[in-house]
């Protein structure tokens, strides 16, 4: 019973950050259950499931809150349906190579790219934001979603960031809304190959995961600078790349 209620509380805290802040949630996470003891083929799917369900929670709260607009034709809803349409060829391939593909080289390409997304970030670079680089952009991040359950935030909120007039909090609400499905599709395919993970892990992460998603927006909402919130998040990025470094080759 303790276990599980610090499992919900645990996945309630790193979904308030990553539907608040665009990341942090399987990335953070997927190594602290492992370390915890969980198997890696019970980790990966139960917070798939559980960030989908926090996911959509988040996104529903994002457009209330009007941190972003999903209404068809704006530019949040076409960001995050283009992304979506390309993570989809990704979670099938990611899914289905994930037991020969090497997770370190995959890993160190990822965190090299996030530590490059966020020096952009700091240092004010911009592109122009094209559909083939939002392609991009998802096919990777879902890639390695489908693969190790972490990265996918990073690359999608800090990618979007580079982009010429991307609106910070818009960039934040798109991968919440984009993440969800991907991370449902994902959940699916690895439950088709490795059947169901345990009850007493996928449950109480849903659960902490939807309360989270609910009040991060919130938070995001009451933040009023956009230049402090854009070099947090490069910040943070930067952060999550050295992160992934440390993990892959110094731990």
């Known amino acids: 019973m303790l276990e599980s209620i ?29 370390l915890m003891g969980y198997d890696v083929k019970s980790v990966v799917p139960s917070i ?8 959509f929670v988040a996104s529903y709260r994002h457009h209330k809150l ?9 530019i949040d809803h076409k960001v995050s349906v283009t992304i979506i349409w390309f993570g989809v ?65 990073p690359l ?5 960031l580079v982009f010429k007039d991307r609106s910070e909090k818009g960039a934040i609400g798109s991968t919440d809304f984009a993440e969800a499905p991907i991370c449902l599709l994902s959940f699916c395919l690895w439950l088709m190959i490795n059947g169901l993970p345990p009850l007493n892990l996928m449950i109480p992460l849903c659960l902490g995961s939807m309360v989270g998603g609910f009040f991060g927006p919130m938070a995001l909402s009451k933040i009023g600078s956009k230049d402090i919130l854009k070099k947090s998040l490069g910040v ?10 440390y993990k892959v080759w110094l731990r």
């Open 6 to 34: 610090c499992l919900a509380a645990v996945a309630m805290i790193m979904e308030f950050i990553d539907s608040s802040l665009g990341m942090m949630y399987g990335t953070v996470l997927s190594p602290l259950l492992i």
């Open 48 to 55: 798939l499931i559980s960030q989908a369900i926090g996911g």
């Open 66 to 74: 009007k941190n972003a607009n999903f209404q068809q034709g704006t």
């Open 89 to 153: 060829f990704a979670c099938v391939i990611g899914v289905f190579v994930s037991v020969s593909i090497s997770p370190k080289v995959l890993n160190t390409y990822i965190a090299v790219l996030v530590i490059i997304i966020a020096l952009m970030i700091l240092a004010g670079k911009s592109l122009i934001m094209t559909s083939t680089k939002i392609y991009i952009l998802g096919f990777i991040s879902a890639f390695n979603k489908a693969l190790s359950g972490g990265g996918f935030g």
């Open 156 to 160: 999608v909120a800090g990618g979007q």
């Open 236 to 245: 943070l990025v930067l952060i999550e790349g050295l992160w992934v470094i």
